[in-house]
């Protein structure tokens, strides 16, 4: 009973902090949360911060499963266990590839008091083609502007970015496809994922050398960023690869790896981790990636 007692004190606190409006933002959302997970998430604190961050178990969340290719998702689909372990109860399946019903006012209903938006895996142009320009997604940007917490894995990552990595609808190997263009919950910020599970760590030098003010960013699998405003914070159990030409230069400084518990300054692109010190990691910047 004690546990239970604290673990909901620990959600109300989060939910509170969550629902604080933030200064204006460069980067991140200047309301709301955001949740990037690098795909093959089966840490569940990641999904707990993210029912955290919307309010707790009853609040509504809405789950976007679109790219993972189906024709029709329900209640019953297994892609809402972790969600459900993590204590949601008041889950509704959003779900079209049609963009005509997306911009209907009847579909984007359950949004209109949702606390949580999840995407799910799959490939991230079939959100694109589904979403892109319609009231949904005004729906869902509606969301954040009220202090909820959008989040998702794998493509439901990547998808939140402004620059759509491996948007190439052929292949997933493609890295600057016929699909450029994210939801831009993150303004100028490319997003892969998979990154060490799948040898990807050098995959997003092609899209910022391509294009040099972009911030990269690589999640490993079961880790996740945790946004609020410009600034995010490192949770699961791998790292994540930071790519940015303006402040990681040479050939043996391509990138940099942030690990569990690191945080991170998207618009003075300065990391910083919690120790007794909480210096920025100078140094690590100017010469090769965290070991």
Known sequence: MARQITRLL???ILALAGS?????AEIGPDNGSLVVAGGGVTDPAIYERFVALAGGGHAPIVVIPTAGGGESYDAYWPGLR???????TN??????????????????TPLENAKGVWFSGGRQW??????????TLEAIRGVLKRGGV?????????IQGSYLVRGDTKTNTVMMGDHTEGFGFLSNVGIDQHLLRRNRQFDLLEVIDANPGLLGIGLDENTAIVVRGDNFEVMGSGYVAIYDTKKV?????RFYFLAPGDRFNLSTREPSRQTH????????ISTKALP
């Open 10 to 12: 620990f959600f109300s």
């Open 20 to 24: 604080t409006p933030l200064p204006a």
């Open 82 to 88: 972790r969600l459900r372990e993590a204590g949601a």
């Open 91 to 108: 889950i509704t399946v959003l779900h079209t590839n049609d963009p005509a019903i997306a911009d209907t006012e009847d579909f984007t």
């Open 126 to 135: 079939r959100l694109v083609d589904a979403y892109a320009g319609t009231r």
């Open 150 to 158: 959008i989040g998702g894995s794998s493509a439901g990552a990547t």
């Open 249 to 253: 230069t040479g050939k043996d400084g």
């Open 277 to 284: 010190s909480s210096e920025p990691f100078e140094e690590v």
